[in-house]
């Protein structure tokens, strides 16, 4: 059998932690990213809102938002049968944080002179 060694934990192979790789993941769809979009300026929007502003349907517009909140973009909290949805910037920055530290990590700036 031929395998490929595995890459030494600790090392620049090490990739980014879980939550980071959700937040990626999360803003990886461009669907998403509208999404994203919709919360600037601040303020709480519904999953109807969304769906609305977004072209989707309440199902999928909700889908996203899951997505979006185990990604830590945004938060959610219920009022009665409505569940509002707010741009999550605290969690964001961290998550942007740990991205730069892993960047640096792996592609140090001037490694390529």
């Known amino acids: 059998m031929n395998r490929e060694a595995a890459p030494a934990s600790g090392g620049v192979n090490e990739g980014v932690d879980p939550a980071t790789a959700d937040f990626l993941k ?6 998403r990213q509208l999404v994203m979009r919709q919360f600037a300026g601040g303020g709480e929007l ?5 769906a609305e502003r977004c072209g989707l349907k309440p199902s999928t517009a909700s889908e996203h938002l899951s997505l979006l909140r185990r990604g830590g973009l945004v938060l959610s909290r219920k009022e009665g049968r409505q569940v ?3 741009a999550d910037g605290t ?3 961290s998550h942007l944080d ?3 530290e892993y960047l640096m990590r792996c592609c140090p700036p001037n490694c390529d002179d």
């Open 91 to 93: 969690t964001m920055a």
């Open 46 to 50: 519904t999953v109807g809102q969304i």
């Open 84 to 86: 509002f949805y707010r």
């Open 26 to 31: 999360a803003l990886a769809s461009e669907t």
């Open 98 to 100: 740990a991205l730069k």
